[in-house]
């Protein structure tokens, strides 16, 4: 009995903490990664939307060509409109061989962005695998893979497509592409060897390793993952240059034969009527410009976005 009064009147109840369901959070208490914090400062920028809007209309010109333009680019040219001014039908005027020039800058679109995405999908693949191969196991690959990079390193990729495209018979958008990448990846791959060397020494892979998973599986599901937002913010920047590549090759005559509509072809051959006809030089120009305008300007945006000395100081 004196135990009970005892603790009826000194001892005080304990009280239940309340559980908390994970899923009745609030949208601030969740954790937020990487990629939500990147989104959420890259549609807070204009330059962002202009950027999308302009790639999503380019691509979708390249694509579908012929929702755009109903006049033949090659089937309609007339010796009578050589260096014609505009017309109904014509916004643009014709070319010196009577070509229309809106319909040959629309049509020209699918070669020239076809380079510039096949190219940057080998260099960003390969780059990958190689870079994250060698900074992750290391040792003689390491040493190996870095050598051979330094090599290609020492060549410039526009003197080297010009020197390799050459000795090749057939050119086509695939041949430019591919030859653009062998001479492109290193600097993919030794962007993704150092991310991966700073992501081998967090903590998740060292629990990851004390749990006795393989290096490889370790490699697939945590280091790659955490490593390839630079090599995402390159592999942007390099399709514009990828394409600027392409029309130099053309413009230079070693890239895709003069019977592929490219933007490099049109500007090759309108130099002959700069002084009677500029627009004939000056429009694929400008819509080889803005092209690569518009991933540069999506590669600073994805640049910042990602960059953590940037998220820290917002």
Excluded at 114 to 123: F, S
Aim: with cysteine; aromatic share 8%; glycine share 8%.
């Amino acid at each position: 009995m004196q135990n009970r009064k005892f603790q009826e009147h000194f001892v005080a109840p304990i009280e239940e903490t309340p559980v908390v369901a994970v899923d009745k959070l609030d949208e601030s208490q969740k954790a937020r990664s990487t990629w939500d914090d990147a989104w959420d400062s890259m549609r807070r920028r204009p330059s962002f939307w202009i950027s999308s809007a302009l790639i999503v209309l380019i691509v979708t010109v390249a694509a579908f060509p012929g929702l755009f333009t109903s006049v033949s680019p090659n089937l309609g040219c007339e010796l009578a409109n050589s260096n014609g001014a505009p017309t109904a039908g014509h916004p643009l005027g014709f070319t010196r061989q009577g070509c229309d020039v809106y319909a040959r800058i629309i049509f020209g679109t699918q070669a020239s962005v076809t380079v510039g995405l096949i190219a940057t999908l080998l260099v960003t693949i390969s780059g990958i695998i190689v870079g994250s191969l060698a900074g992750y196991y290391g040792g003689f690959l390491d040493a190996f893979v870095s050598r051979v990079g330094d090599i290609f390193f020492a060549i410039p990729t526009v003197l080297g497509a010009i020197v390799l495209m050459s000795v090749i018979p057939e050119r086509t958008p695939l041949t430019v592409a591919f030859v653009l990448a062998v001479f492109a990846w290193p600097q993919i791959a030794r962007i993704m060897r150092g991310a991966v060397l700073s992501a081998s020494n967090s903590d998740y892979v060292t629990a990851s390793t004390a749990l006795g998973v393989s290096k490889f599986k370790i490699l697939l599901r945590h280091v790659v993952p955490n490593s390839i937002a630079p090599v995402i913010v390159v592999a942007t920047i390099s399709l514009g240059t990828f394409i600027v590549a392409e029309a130099t090759l053309s413009f230079l005559g070693i890239g895709l034969p003069p019977t592929v509509m490219s933007w490099g072809n049109d500007i090759a051959q309108a130099q002959t009527s700069i002084r009677t006809n500029p627009q004939v030089l000056l429009l694929p120009s400008a819509a080889l410009s803005i092209t690569v305008l518009s991933f540069l300007m999506l590669g600073d945006v994805v640049r910042d976005a990602l960059d953590p000395a940037a998220r820290a100081r917002r």
